[in-house]
């Protein structure tokens, strides 16, 4: 009776998230077209033109810097079930499902490109799962520290015809701040605890390797921020590009966007629209996108190929090895 009762609950809750969802992208699809009707392309491309070589090279070593160490995740991952690959084929692995990710979206570039490339490398889908969301918790228990901290103490400037202010922001900082730290008090009382998500096992690290999951979090995200407000060429203080730069991550993966296209030029504008020239926001982002999504892209494709050709010569060597 339990059961058939918590079944509908269940799928009552479904249906409600996915009406929420579909609602949120509506009202980003309305901003992004209401925002497009307004904007002038030619101011856009000569802002684009305006930014200097030095930011552009700058921008472009920070996006290094962070593909590179998100490519460590997975390693995080590899300590916590104990697979043998080696390290630098893992983070090969993480490289290309990020890159992937970016521009497609989580199910084909997160998911679907490391089971495909892990499983051919010899991980079971049990491993996969388990290093996969190890990866992601490290990823989002980053953001959710960092978003805390920017909203709570050093809360942006929203447009004038916001009715949220300063103080509400300080009270959604405050809240992401305590997820980060219920995880970390969890990873410090209970470290042989074993979570149960949809179905899958997620064993509770050791609270410094949780320290270690939020720095190197944290790190990528404030270099992502770190990037565009390079490329805007530094006319908005930091933190309020890195904050608008959190909210649009999470736009992004709501709507189901790949590579939130539209969605985080829409935050941007409508956050800081007040602040700086729609030429001026719009020709940054576009720059980021080329070196942030795109070039990477470029680079993981051929990885990918790379990757598959050594997976085979790989599986073909077993049969030998084992006769």
């Known amino acids: 009776m339990k059961a058939q009762a918590e079944a509908p609950a269940a799928g009552g809750w479904r249906l409600v998230k996915r009406v929420g969802a579909w609602l949120f992208f509506a009202a980003v699809l309305a901003l992004v077209v209401r925002q497009a009707r307004t904007i002038d392309w030619n101011e856009v491309l000569d802002a684009l033109r305006a930014i200097p070589r030095p930011a552009l090279l700058a921008a472009a070593a920070l996006a290094a810097c962070s593909h590179l160490l998100y490519s ?22 993480t490289f290309i499902s990020y890159a992937f990710n970016l521009n497609l979206g989580a199910l084909v570039g997160g998911v679907a490109f490391r089971y495909r490339l892990y499983s051919r490398l010899g991980l079971d889908n ?9 990866s992601m918790l490290t990823n989002w228990l980053g953001y959710l520290v960092l978003a805390g901290a920017v909203f709570c103490f050093f809360p942006m400037v929203l447009p ?87 909210v649009a991550a999470v736009a ?21 629209g007040h602040r700086a020239p729609q030429g001026t926001l719009l020709g940054a982002l ?25 997976a085979r010569q790989l599986r073909r060597r077993l049969p030998s090895a084992s006769s």
């Not at 995740?73 to 079930?81: A, E, K, S, V």
């Not at 049990?126 to 190890?134: A, D, E, H, K, N």
């Not at 060429?233 to 590009?241: A, C, N, S, T």
Request: charged share 15%; proline share 3%; net charge positive.
């Open 126 to 134: 049990l491993t996969i799962t388990r290093v996969l969301g190890f």
């Open 72 to 93: 460590t995740f997975d390693l995080l991952g590899r300590r916590m079930t104990g697979h043998r690959l080696g390290t630098r084929i893992v983070m090969r692995v």
């Open 252 to 272: 992004g993966v709501i709507t189901h966007v790949p590579g939130g296209l539209g969605v985080l030029e829409a935050v941007f504008l409508a956050l800081l």
């Open 286 to 310: 576009l720059a980021y996108r080329a070196i942030y999504y795109l070039l990477p892209l470029i680079f993981a494709a051929l990885t990918y190929v790379a990757t598959e050709l050594r």
């Open 160 to 246: 004038p015809d916001w009715k949220m202010d300063g103080e509400g922001l300080r009270i959604l900082g405050a809240l992401l701040l305590a997820g980060g730290a219920a995880y970390l008090g969890l990873c410090a009382i209970a470290r042989q605890h074993t979570w149960r998500v949809r179905g899958h096992e997620l064993d509770t690290p050791s609270l410094r390797m949780a320290l270690l999951q939020l720095a190197m979090s944290m790190l990528n995200w404030s270099l992502i921020g770190g990037m565009i407000w390079l490329l805007l060429q530094r006319q908005l203080p930091y933190h309020e590009v890195l904050a608008v730069a959190l």
